[in-house]
C-alpha cells in the first residue's frame, strides 16, 4: 500500500482527509475526538499535520480515518 509521497510531503492523504472533515463539519479537534473514542490516538495537531502533509500515516491509520468517514481506504489513497 503506497501512502506517501517522495519528498514533498510524509502522506498522500492529507487533502483528501481536510475535504472529508470540512464535508462532514467537523473542526481538527472533533475530528481527532471522534477516533480517540473509537480507541485510535490522534490530536488536533496530528490531523492538522496529516492536513498538510507533515506527517506520515501508516497504513492502520488510514484505514481508521477511513472507517470514521465511512468510505474505502482507497478513496484516501486515491487522491493524488
Not at 472533515?21 to 467537523?26: C, N
Not at 490531523?47 to 497504513?59: N, S, T
Amino acid at each position: 500500500m503506497k501512502i506517501y509521497w517522495d519528498g514533498k510531503s510524509k502522506n498522500i492523504i492529507g487533502g483528501k482527509i481536510k475535504e472529508l472533515r470540512k464535508q462532514h463539519g467537523l473542526t481538527q479537534k472533533a475530528l481527532a475526538e471522534k477516533l480517540q473514542l473509537e480507541g485510535h490516538e490522534f490530536s488536533d495537531l496530528t490531523i492538522l499535520r496529516i492536513e498538510q502533509g507533515k506527517r506520515f500515516v501508516p497504513d492502520y491509520k488510514v484505514v481508521a480515518l477511513a472507517d470514521i468517514f465511512g468510505v474505502d481506504p482507497n478513496t484516501l489513497l486515491n487522491n493524488q
